[in-house]
């Protein structure tokens, strides 16, 4: 069957780093999203895995291993704007189609 | 306007309605998706279009039925709603759901409550 786990909810403070992880397993693969989703808004792209290894982006980093189906997303000095759910989705390479985890529920306190 | 627009943002409708959720995409994709999104659920796939063809269908029961126009527009039908189908509806596109990077652009989504 196909699988994405997050943890459902997470608490961090401003300024912290918080790691939020995803697992999956999934039958094909053709790359890891990461998507961030504020309340009542709409999901916005922030990083794509294809490869192993760790992708920077600014205070947002994303690593993949493709071997143990697991990805995180790394948040460095954390702001209140950060309080958001993020969402984990493999891309399948049957279809090219994306598999969503629920989405993990960042909470910034200050 | 840019990017991806949704109308109407809220609806209310009885199990005997019909209404319909349009979607429009600015940004020359051609493909467009329609997601359903429930509480603390992980994003349900509906619909996929791709260059006004449908390649997906996600075993969507008939009460929804889409519409692709053109490659630019998107709907949504409802017709004899469940108060289960009562969820946050995601529009999004994509230049080319087969090449490369594909990044999906979604809209504000359409929240929908079935009394």
């Known amino acids: 069957g196909q699988n994405i786990d997050q943890p459902t909810e997470m608490t961090a403070t401003e300024g912290a780093i918080v790691q939020i992880n995803c697992t999956y397993q999934?039958?094909?693969?053709?790359?890891l999203f990461w998507y961030q989703q504020h309340a009542g808004e709409a999901p916005t792209f922030l990083s794509y895995?294809?490869l192993d290894g760790l992708e920077e982006k600014g205070r947002f980093s994303s690593f993949l291993s493709r071997s143990k189906g697991y990805s995180y997303l790394l948040l460095k000095e954390l702001q209140m704007k950060d309080s958001a759910s993020y969402l984990c989705a493999v891309r399948q390479d049957s279809n090219y189609q994306l598999i969503w985890g629920a989405g993990t529920k960042l909470i910034i306190k200050p | 306007e840019t990017g991806v627009t949704q109308t109407p943002r809220h609806l209310v409708m009885g199990m005997t309605n019909k209404k319909s959720l349009k979607c429009e995409q600015h940004l020359g994709h051609n493909a467009m998706y329609w997601y359903k999104q429930s509480a603390k659920k992980p994003l349900e796939l509906m619909f996929v279009y791709n260059f006004k063809e449908q390649t997906e269908n996600n075993s969507v029961p008939s009460r929804f039925s889409p519409e692709c126009p053109n490659s630019s527009h998107l709907f949504l039908h409802l017709h004899t709603l469940q108060p289960e189908d009562s969820a946050l509806y995601l529009c999004a596109s994509s230049q080319d759901p087969i090449g490369g990077l594909e990044t999906q652009y979604f809209g504000p989504g359409t929240r929908l409550l079935v009394l």
């Open positions: 999934t039958s094909g693969f053709n790359g």
């Open positions: 895995n294809v």
